[in-house]
């Protein structure tokens, strides 16, 4: 397994409780952030501990991964924690705070992939570094189309 530290950082001119309203309803990121090709969260109620979310994730790249995130931490709306299954495997976690100007989200991944493929070509340090500027991309779009979503509900 080729591991991954992926950490991603948004500013937001948004409040704390507006942003989490976007991210807490999965269901709903396909519509503005279009790396998220299909989301389905189980059970089909409200996000919380035990809560899983089976979604296929496309970025630049000729390529989707289908994962399955479990939800393991959930303290609205400050704090949420997955652990990551399929073709990732591991943890992540998802902090939102305001720093009197802006909403600033933190996304904070330990992943490895798990496809016999990735493992061996991620050996090679420009695949490694083509997956970290694809995952750069994935949040890149999340960022804009927050940023989009947001200004239409002001």
């Not at 994962?67 to 990732?88: F, K, R």
């Not at 991944?109 to 050996?123: A, C």
């Amino acid at each position: 397994m080729i591991e991954y530290h992926l950490v991603s950082n948004w500013k937001l001119n948004a409040t704390v409780d507006q942003v989490w309203a976007i991210l807490d309803d999965p269901a709903t990121w396909p519509q503005w952030w279009p790396c998220w090709q299909s989301v389905e969260v189980r059970p089909n109620q409200a996000i919380r501990v035990g809560s899983r979310i089976n979604a296929r994730v496309h970025g630049k790249l000729p390529y989707s991964l289908p994962i399955e995130l479990e939800v393991s931490h959930w303290d609205a709306p400050a704090l949420s924690q997955y652990s990551c299954e399929g073709s990732l495997s591991g943890s992540g976690a998802c902090r939102i705070s305001n720093d009197g100007v802006h909403t600033e989200v933190e996304f904070d991944w330990n992943v490895g992939t798990t496809n016999w493929l990735f493992n061996l070509l991620g050996r090679l340090g420009f695949i490694k570094k083509m997956i970290r500027n694809n995952h750069a991309f994935v949040m890149a779009q999340g960022q804009a189309g927050i940023d989009k979503r947001l200004a239409a509900r002001s």
